[in-house]
């Protein structure tokens, strides 16, 4: 990282690529992880690399169903772990969340070396390694959860989800937040708060909301959550591709 100018135009960009490169060489992340970034990135470009007003409504909302949620898990895969696991790490204190790793390409080696990995950022415990449930209508491998985790979970933030994963998790009934800068892709079209914009930014500004609606009431977060409006994040999002372009 020290390698990349901080004056460099495409900073946060090149950042965030030479830490998936990172995670790739620490065997967090898989190799298709990086072709996962380049899409990513390229949507991001679209977006003008900012929070649009329309995704920091839906990290408010996120925030505000973490918050009320009996039992939230943060869902963690090997992009996450290589761009935010401190942030992930926060946001799970700050909400009174489950951390659970939920690889697509699993292997022991990687979800050992991704639970590391969130411990060495400060995460106690890490869920995922157990894999003593399955979540339903999905291929054996993709469908291994945690019982006490994303299993028995009422709200779960997945970001950059596989869209049948994201689906079969709307199915269970679970409240999903989606992470995802595209708009078109089937995980934040399942989604009940599909945030489009980067994980870098999207993590700590929903853990910014949840520490400003801490002292706020059941009442008022329940507003919150009926007012956010899903189809409207969606069309606004897309709507701002295509002014980009
Ligand atoms: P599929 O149709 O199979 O879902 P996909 O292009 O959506 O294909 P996936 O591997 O499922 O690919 O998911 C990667 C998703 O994550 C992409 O939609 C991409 O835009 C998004 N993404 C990648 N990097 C980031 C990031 N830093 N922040 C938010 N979203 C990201
Ligand atoms: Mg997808």
Known sequence: EDEIPADH????????RHRIEKGVEKGITHLQGMHAEGRGSAFDYLLGEETIPSADAAERAAAAHLLLADHPVLSINGNVA???PAEMVELADVVD??????LFNRTPERLEAIADHLRGH??????GLEADARIPNLDHQRAKVDEDGIYAADVVLVP????????ALEEMGKTEIVIDLNPLSRSPRV????????????????TAHARNLADA???ELEVIVEEFDRERALEA?????RTGL
């Open 9 to 16: 135009p495409r900073y946060q960009d090149l950042l965030t």
């Open 82 to 84: 290589a761009l935010v």
């Open 97 to 102: 969340a489950d951390l659970e790793v939920n």
């Open 122 to 127: 400060g995460a106690d415990e890490v869920k």
């Open 160 to 167: 950059l989800e596989d869209g049948d994963r994201a689906e």
């Open 191 to 206: 989604a009940d708060v599909p945030i489009v914009d980067n994980i870098v930014r999207a993590v700590p500004n929903t």
């Open 217 to 219: 009431s059941e009442a």
């Open 237 to 241: 999002a897309e709507e701002r591709i």
